[in-house]
């Protein structure tokens, strides 16, 4: 059962404009929701998160937008640029009392921003 | 500074060898983690360490042994692996607050394993 989708595998966009980045979750008990970038044969990179208590966080190009009633995010990045090519992952976590630090992730959406 | 990092970058083993891959940070982080990365997959987790004490065994094979020598260090012990095992062996820190608040894991770079 997979608590966290990532419904769209890939997207193309042209550099520039807008890239949006979709995020389904199941666990009404998560409250903290991460967005990784991903380069082949490296580790994740984290760029952005938002607590259950927010609507929106904004961190430069990211803005991450969390609807907890449709239990969905999405991850905006404005301009895009090529260096923003990548797999990009979502997660998420419960942080409340029974914590056990695990983070659950969604299976990656290949972000390709074409010049 | 949110650097964790891990060696050795890359490993060959057959699957009569032993092993080790290794994981350092120092940004006073409490809680350490082990993922395996196969291709085109999210990371899986595999071992959490809490104040240095193992929190979470994923039901890993015991192949695969941890340890949390103190709290900047983390190891992976390999032994008898097989060539499934081969991947990317990521390893990850976090504050780990006290429950309720947020907590963001910081990877490394990862150790491509491959076994013969």
């Known amino acids: 059962d997979q608590q966290v989708k990532q419904n769209s595998p890939s997207l193309s966009v042209q550099e520039g404009r807008i890239s949006i980045l979709n995020c389904d979750y199941t666990n009404s008990m998560f409250d903290y929701f991460l967005w990784y970038k991903k380069y082949p044969a490296e580790g994740p990179t984290f760029l952005i998160s938002i607590s259950s208590i927010k609507d929106k966080n904004e961190d430069g190009r990211f803005t991450v937008f969390l609807n907890k009633s449709a239990k969905h995010l999405s991850l905006h990045i404005v301009p895009s640029q090529p260096g923003d090519s990548a797999v990009y992952f979502c997660a998420a976590s419960s942080n409340g009392s029974g914590n056990t630090g695990k983070l659950i992730f969604g299976q990656g959406t290949t972000l390709q921003v074409k010049p | ?116």
Not at chain 2, 49 to 65: A, D, M, Q, T
Not at chain 2, 107 to 112: C, D, E, L
């Open chain 2, 1 to 116: 500074d949110t650097e964790v990092t891990q060696t050795p970058k890359h490993l060959v083993m057959g699957m009569t060898n032993k092993k080790s891959l290794k994981c350092e940070q120092h940004m006073g982080h409490r809680a350490m983690y082990w993922y395996k990365q196969k291709a085109k997959k999210p990371p899986e987790l595999m071992f959490v360490y809490s104040y240095e004490k193992l929190s979470i065994n994923e039901s890993v094979p015991s192949r695969f042994s941890p340890e949390c020598p103190n709290s900047s260090l983390l190891n992976l012990h390999l032994h008898a692996l097989q060539p499934e095992d081969s991947a990317l062996y990521l390893c990850a820190s976090s504050q780990r607050l006290a429950g309720g608040s947020t907590d963001t894991q910081y990877f490394g770079p990862g150790t491509r394993l491959t076994v013969l």
